[in-house]
């Protein structure tokens, strides 16, 4: 697996912590082609497969579900910084808005 890690400042004012992300090497299954990544640090670890028609494809849905996962992770926690961060380009910014838009009213309902 490949980690990364990155520092998570809650917005809380809570201690900063220390978030790991792994993603893992295409494996061929029975049916498809998987990858596996994780998010640790947080109040409960995140692991996930994601399944493609060739190893590629699973990588490149991987790396694509991660920024998104991570930022709710981030959301659920009670919002925060992450250094570095994952979330300065495009088309992930007008995505990650829509969702903190969405849980904003949710709470408030």
């Avoid at 959301?75 to 925060?80: V, W």
């Avoid at 992450?82 to 380009?89: A, C, K, N, Q, V």
Wanted: hydrophobic share 40%; with cysteine.
């Amino acid at each position: 697996m490949q980690e990364m890690s990155a520092t998570f400042t809650p917005d809380n004012g809570g201690a900063p912590r220390t978030i790991t992300l792994r993603i893992g090497a295409p494996s061929k299954g029975p049916y498809s082609w998987c990858v596996v990544f994780e998010l640790l640090g947080f109040d409960e670890p995140y692991r996930a497969t994601t399944e493609g028609a060739d190893w590629a494809q699973a990588l490149e849905l991987a790396a694509r579900r991660l920024p998104g996962v991570l930022q709710c992770k981030v959301l659920d926690a009670g919002g925060g910084t992450l250094e570095p961060s994952f979330f300065d380009r495009e088309p992930h910014l007008a995505e990650l808005r829509q969702e903190a838009e969405r849980r904003r009213v949710a709470q408030m309902n």
